[in-house]
Nanobody, 128 residues
Framework: VRLVESGGDSVQSGGTLRLSCVAS????????MAWFRQASGTQREQVAS???????TYADSVKGRFTISQDASKTTLSLQMNDLKSADTAMYYC???????????????????????WGQGTQVTVSS
């Protein structure tokens, strides 16, 4: 599975960005998809995910501001980010992990890191 992110940029606080992740090589399996971020000196954290049953999860810090979505072909994963804050500054990564279709189980970060597929990341910088 190959994942390629784009859309990162430098914006002012309160601004918006839309990240995209194009996936290839995944059509023969069921995958959960997610966006993670990692700020300098911190651990990688999950921002939002789409699970095997199509349900979505969000970190508390982004609820109401970020929206994760996937196109019908499951080729492109997006993250719409509104009302950006300086605390959102980080490298953002797209990730995919094999999961059961119809399941709403989300995996811990460790499983995503150990067994998932990852893109190269796209930088988001929010200035106040």
């Amino acid at each position: 599975v190959r994942l390629v992110e784009s859309g990162g940029d430098s914006v002012q606080s309160g601004g918006t960005l839309r990240l995209s992740c194009v996936a290839s090589g995944h059509r023969d399996r069921s995958y959960c998809m997610a966006w993670f971020r990692q700020a300098s000196g911190t651990q990688r954290e999950q921002v939002a995910s789409i699970l095997g049953d199509g349900s979505t999860t969000y970190a508390d810090s982004v609820k109401g501001r970020f929206t994760i979505s996937q196109d019908a072909s499951k080729t492109t994963l997006s993250l719409q980010m509104n009302d950006l804050k300086s605390a959102d500054t980080a490298m953002y990564y797209c990730a995919a992990v094999i999961c059961l279709p119809g399941s709403n189980t989300n995996y811990d970060v460790g499983k995503w890191i150990d067994f998932g597929f990852w893109g190269q990341g796209t930088q988001v910088t929010v200035s106040s």
